[in-house]
């Protein structure tokens, strides 16, 4: 069946370093991949999404590459910032979407 | 309010009593989800709605476990006889748009935290 895999957390870094987090898939036929952002305190929120092989999402400088030949679909940032301190989630699907397990970011100045 | 809205926040219960959580999606929205989020355990898809299709049920743990939608709108998540590892985030989304092939965006309620004693 369809599922995703993500890199555990959690991950710590200083203000302005590089980021990745990582997110491969399985699934049968061409799923939509997605990143979802849990701020603390607040609800689940889509931060980028790519629905076709090839297709790079980005949003708030986070970027992500939906890449076929490797069923992945890593996300990556140049610069973290505090602000960024989140859970982040991946997640792929057609009609229904399954998540990853969650990466809890946290970035200290 | 113009986001999903999801009720109680919080339940407390104990064990073998029967839970309901209600789901109240953005209007318009043809397509409705419940997950569970567990601590450590990330996202567990439990069951979706699709306008007037017959729901996907393949998430839900056990026949313990059941929902409705009424109307297209309002979705009732019911846990009967309640135990310790059911205690939880329940969260709902919904989404404007859902096809076989492309999920539109989903956007989440809060999520009621379940506690069974």
């Known amino acids: 069946g369809d599922s995703v895999t993500q890199m555990e957390g959690p991950v710590t870094l200083s203000e302005e370093a590089f980021l990745t987090i990582n997110c491969t898939y399985t699934?049968?036929?061409?799923?939509?991949l997605f990143w979802y952002v849990q701020y603390p305190g607040e609800g689940l929120q889509l931060l980028l999404k790519?629905?076709?092989?090839?297709d790079k999402g980005s949003n708030k400088g986070f970027e992500a590459t939906y890449r076929k030949e490797t069923t992945s679909f890593h996300l990556e940032k140049g610069s973290v910032q505090v602000s960024d301190s989140a859970v982040y989630f991946c997640?792929?699907?057609?009609?229904?979407?399954?998540f990853g397990t969650g990466t809890r970011l946290t970035v200290i100045p | 309010g113009a986001g999903v809205s999801q009720s109680p926040s919080n339940k407390v219960t104990e064990k073998g009593k029967d839970v309901e959580l209600r789901c109240d999606p953005i209007?318009?929205?043809?397509?409705l989800y419940w997950y569970r989020q567990s601590l450590g355990q990330g996202l567990e898809f439990l069951i979706y709605f699709q306008g007037n299709s017959a729901p996907d049920k393949s998430g839900l743990p056990s026949d313990r476990f059941s929902a409705e939608r009424t109307g297209g709108s309002v979705s009732t998540l019911t846990i009967q006889r309640t135990q310790q590892e059911d205690s939880a985030v329940y969260l709902c989304?919904?989404?404007?748009?859902?096809?076989?092939?492309?999920?539109?965006?989903?956007?989440f309620g809060e999520g009621s935290r379940l506690t069974v004693l």
């Open positions: 699934a049968t036929g061409y799923p939509s």
């Open positions: 989304a919904s989404s404007r748009l859902a096809t076989r092939t492309y999920t539109g965006e989903l956007f």
């Open positions: 790519a629905t076709k092989a090839d």
């Open positions: 209007s318009g929205h043809t397509a």
């Open positions: 997640a792929s699907g057609a009609n229904n979407l399954f």
